[in-house]
Every structure is written in C-alpha cells, then in structure tokens.
C-alpha cells in the first residue's frame, strides 16, 4: 500500500494518487490544429481584408493572428477533447486568457447525446467513438472519474489564466460540493470570490417527487489571484418593485445618513439595486423560440452575459472548454469579446457554427478543428460561400458534422 501524506484538507477519490503514492500527471501534449472553415465577417471585410477565406485541404494553424481584433484576430470554435486541445493551446496562450466560464456535464449522459424533435417524433443520436469516449472518461468510473476529468481540465484552465484573469463553474447542486473542493485545491481557497446561486424561478416542477422543487444552480467565481488587479465591475439590476430607502453619503470613509436643512433625514425612491450573488433568471423553455436551439443543457444568453459584463471588457479574450451548444460564443458575439469554444461533441459544434449570434442572423465564427478530429473530418471538399444581405455566410459545402 502507497504511503500517501496528507498534510492538509483534501478531496481524494480513487484513481487520484498512482501506485506510488504520487499525483497523476496531467497530460500534456501539444498537437497541431487544423483549420476547417474560416468564416469573415461580410464580403466586403473580407475583400478589404484581401485574405483567403477558402482554405487548402491540409493547413495547419500557425496561431500567428494578432491578439485584438483590429490586428486580425479570429475567434475559435475548436472541436475536440478539451483536455488535448487546451493542452495545445498552452503554447501560445498559457497566462492570455482574461476570462474562463465552464459549464460541465453534471448529469450522466444528457450531455453527450441529443434529442431533436423531427415532426411528431423525437430523434436521439447516439454518440461517435470520441463522445462514446469522452462519456467513459468522464462517468466510466462514477464519482470518481468525474472528478479525476475535472481536475485535469481545471489545471490547463489554471494555466491559460492570466494573472488577472477570473473563472466562473457552473454546477447542479448535486456536483457543487465537490467541484468547490476540487476548486479550492487547484485555485487556492483564498481566490474564492462567490458561489452564485443562478434562481431559474419559471422551471416546470413534477409534483410526484416527493422532495423541494430543484429552483437553482451554483456558479463558483474564482479568480487566478485576489492580490492581483482583476476585472470586478459591479452592476444593477431592476427592481421588482420600488422602495423606499434613506439617503447616505460617505463622510471620513463612513456612511451617514443625509439630513435636509431642518435635520430630517432624506428619503429617496430606488427602482434598482447592485446585482448580488443570486441571480434571478428564467432558465429556456422550448416555446422560447427565439433563443431554445432544443440542446437539453442550453443555457441562456443572459446569464453569461452577466458574467462577462462583472469579470471582462471589450476585446478581453474568454474561453468556455464546455461550449455545448454555443452560448458563450453568443454572448462574447454581443459583447464584444474575442472568445475560443471548444466542444468533443459534433452536433453541439454543428449547432454553434448555425446559431445566429443576434435578431440579424450575423454569425461570426473562426473555425478550427480540434489535433484529434481533424484527419479524418477532411475528406471533406472545401466549403463554398454564398451571403446575402443581412444573413451570416451560409455554406453550400458539407462539413464533416453535417454528417452525424
Ligand atoms: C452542460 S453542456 C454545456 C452547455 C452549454 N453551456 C450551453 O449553454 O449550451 C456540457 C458540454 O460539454 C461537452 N463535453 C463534455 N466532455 C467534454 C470534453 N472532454 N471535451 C470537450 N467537451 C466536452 C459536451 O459535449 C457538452 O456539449
């Protein structure tokens, strides 16, 4: 039997420690990229930017774009296994990324397959050899594959922080308490900001259960260094209704109470308050139409813009290694953000290159394929282009995940 020390507060699940008694090494391999599919903005940048869109069968990415998006920088919808392809990445973005936003699978198997409605009848896909893989890494094991998968990624997510940088987890209740632990360790518990409770209050109940209606989630929001001067911006929301409160001001670094000339104090009507760590936002229905792509883990728009409005700016670069169905995509779309997306799964891939990133239908998207994926996804014939106004490209070509 190893001799494992233990000289602090720890999570252990079998698989943890080798043989030996040591951590398991988090593998890192640095695997070429290939391009699939560039996608520009219009015609007309394209033209003024006078680059190819239409890429050989074999080119690699060199990764040699600038980093803001004046100086050609191309967002990234990377497929594959996140832990390859974030380990690629550390090459050129170890210590660049500003902001991080994972949402992980939590339920068992939900997210690896998928269901979309054909008529009256419900297709369910089953999962390629990489998802069937992904699945066995992650639930193989139960409990303790889970977390011996998370723990990986959140290394690499570790790394490719800046120092600067922040990082929000999303999680069911059930996983939530061990993810913080997991959290704690490869974070530090002293860059703990909050646990967010996301109140999805409009969620359907089945009454039969005999337990408290599930009305939340938790985001863990961490940050790579509380000493360092990360992004924090504080924000509002409006109130439900109106309330009354008094005045204050700050006098000699205290708060007092704001009195008129005859020394009464002064009310004053609030119809907002500073968003606190729970969030009161409707989870997606399937008759939200404009927003549900029928992806069973879909989150919406506006909780992750509210992570980018309180931890980014404008041209900050954000990374989800969970994409599913695109939504983070979306939201930098809207925000302004440079972002990289990455996903094992092709249809969650099919479904973020086809999402809309606003009422106009514009989708930009830079599309790279993941080291594993690639060889085989590019038999394939290069895609051709058509646009028209006020639509985003649309391809008349094949992608290897319209093959499902
Ligand atoms: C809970 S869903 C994310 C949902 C997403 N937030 C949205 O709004 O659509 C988790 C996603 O992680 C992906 N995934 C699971 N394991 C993965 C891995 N090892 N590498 C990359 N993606 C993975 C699944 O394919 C799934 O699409």
Redesign the pocket.
């Known amino acids: 039997m190893a001799n494992i020390v233990v000289n602090k507060v720890e999570l252990v699940w079998p698989g943890k420690y080798n043989e030996v008694g040591t951590l398991k090494e988090v593998p890192r391999v640095n695997l070429p990229f290939q391009v699939i599919e560039r996608v520009n903005e219009s015609r007309a940048a394209r033209e003024a930017a006078k680059g190819p869109t239409q890429l050989g069968l074999f080119e690699t990415w060199r990764g040699d774009e600038g980093v803001t998006f004046e100086e050609g920088w191309r967002n990234k919808l990377i497929w ?4 390859l ?1 974030m380990a690629s990445l550390l090459d050129k973005y170890a210590g660049k990324v500003d902001l991080i936003y994972i ?4 339920g068992t198997g939900a ?2 397959s998928f269901k979309a409605e054909v008529g009256d009848a419900v297709l369910v896909k089953d999962q390629s050899i990489l ?1 069937e893989k ?1 699945y066995r ?2 639930w193989g094991g139960g409990l303790g594959s889970y977390l011996q ?1 998370l723990a990986e ?1 959140l290394v690499h997510l570790r790394d490719l922080l800046r120092p600067e940088g922040a990082i929000f987890v ?1 999680s069911d209740v059930h996983m939530g308490p061990y993810i913080r632990l997991l959290m704690d360790a490869v974070f530090g518990e002293a860059n703990f900001l909050n646990e967010i409770a996301w109140y999805y209050y409009n969620k359907m109940h089945d009454s039969r259960k005999k337990l408290l209606p599930k009305a939340f989630d938790v985001i863990f929001y961490y940050v790579k260094n509380r000493g360092a001067n990360y992004t924090y911006q504080s924000i509002t929301e409006a109130r439900g209704a109106p309330v009354r409160q008094l005045k204050r001001k700050k006098v000699k670094g205290r708060m007092v109470n704001v009195k008129d000339e005859q020394g009464k104090v002064v009310y004053q009507e609030k119809t907002t308050k500073v968003v606190d760590n729970v969030w009161r936002i409707r989870c997606l229905q399937p008759a939200n139409k404009s927003e549900w792509v029928n ?1 069973e ?3 919406p728009v506006d909780l992750i813009e509210r992570v980018l409005s309180i931890a980014s700016k404008p041209g900050d670069l954000v990374l ?9 995509a979306i939201a930098c779309e809207r925000q302004r953000r440079r972002w990289i997306a ?4 092709r249809y ?1 891939i099919h479904l973020t290159r086809k999402r809309p990133t606003a009422a106009n239908g514009v989708r930009v998207l830079g599309f790279h394929s993941s080291p594993v994926r690639c060889a085989a996804d590019l038999r394939h014939a290069a895609p051709t282009w058509q646009e028209g106004p006020g639509a985003g490209p649309h391809r008349s070509g094949r992608c290897a995940c319209d093959d499902r």
């Open positions: 594959g296994d996140n832990l392809v949402d992980p699978p939590f997210d690896f998802e992904a890494d992650t998968m990624r999303h992806f883990t879909q989150k989800d290694a969970f994409s599913g169905s695109g939504t983070s990455v996903d094992v799964g969650p």
